[in-house]
């Protein structure tokens, strides 16, 4: 597989976990938070990214320890 290839993949990865971040932080943690008498305000993108980037780093160990499927671009 070409490297490019497999920095397209790895880019389409990353952008989907940022769109499931977010759709994570707005639907989920806003009702999270509201229900627990926190105020839902503040700087919410720290929290958006953290989260995406939180389940991007679980997925990819994941993939990589569970399913031992390795790429070359993670080693």
């Given at each position: 597989m070409g490297v490019w290839k497999m920095y397209a993949i790895t880019f389409v990865e990353i952008i989907i976990f940022l769109v499931a971040g977010f759709l994570l932080t707005e639907k989920v943690l806003s009702n999270i938070y509201e229900s627990a008498g926190i105020a839902y305000l503040g700087n919410v993108g720290v929290v958006w990214f953290g989260l995406s980037f939180l389940l991007f780093c679980l997925y990819t160990l994941f993939r990589t320890y569970i399913l031992?499927?390795?790429?070359p671009l993670l080693n």
């Open positions: 031992s499927k390795r790429r």
